[in-house]
């Protein structure tokens, strides 16, 4: 059975692509995903294509940052059902909490773990694909975007001490 991920997740990507000087289309035809899928946010897209159309776009634009810049334009919440059951949780405990258990509906690819420490709460995310498909840009548009929401919602007292990848990080960040 193929992993899938909700088109949502890739929302941002037309933006970013042709300011960085891509066509969109050609590259979603390249690595098999119909481009109107991706506009349309009731459609489910495999998660190995979407992993490779952000890999081959940040490549093809040599532009490291790709991922990242997508999840910077992103807007709190997308749109879709889950993402606005999230919109109305009062603590990022409990976004990630439901962001777990609608995982299926969102991203069967990510899996998120929340582990306390005392005074620490480390979040952790995992992209679960198939062997072989890089996920460098994948795993960074998932924290850009965990950022992005965890600030939304806590504004000044979000205050994350550090982020790890298992990548090093782009040369111009």
């Given amino acids: 059975m193929q992993t899938t991920i909700s088109s949502v997740s890739m ?16 590259l979603a035809h390249e690595v098999g995903i119909d481009p109107a899928s991706l506009a349309n946010p009731d459609a489910r ?5 979407a992993s490779l159309l952000l890999e081959r776009s940040a490549e093809k634009a040599s532009c490291p940052t ?21 919109a109305h949780k009062r603590t990022l405990r409990e976004v990630l909490l439901a962001t777990a258990e609608f995982r299926h509906l969102l991203n069967e690819a990510l899996a998120v773990y929340v582990e306390d420490a005392g005074a620490t709460v480390t979040i952790r995310e995992e992209l679960v ?5 890089p996920t460098n840009q994948a795993i960074e548009l998932a924290v850009g975007v965990l ?3 965890s600030s939304a919602l806590l504004g000044d007292h979000w205050k994350p001490r550090a982020v790890h990848f298992v990548h090093r990080a782009p040369p111009n960040l």
Wanted: hydrophobic content about 50%.
């Fill in 66 to 86: 790709f991922a990242l810049q997508m999840a910077e334009v992103r807007h709190k919440f997308g749109s879709g059902v889950v993402n606005i059951l999230l």
């Fill in 45 to 49: 897209l495999p998660a190995a294509s």
């Fill in 147 to 149: 950022a992005r929401h």
């Fill in 11 to 26: 929302s941002g990507y037309f933006d970013v692509a042709r300011r960085v000087g891509l066509n969109p289309v050609e």
């Fill in 129 to 133: 694909v198939e062997p072989g498909i």
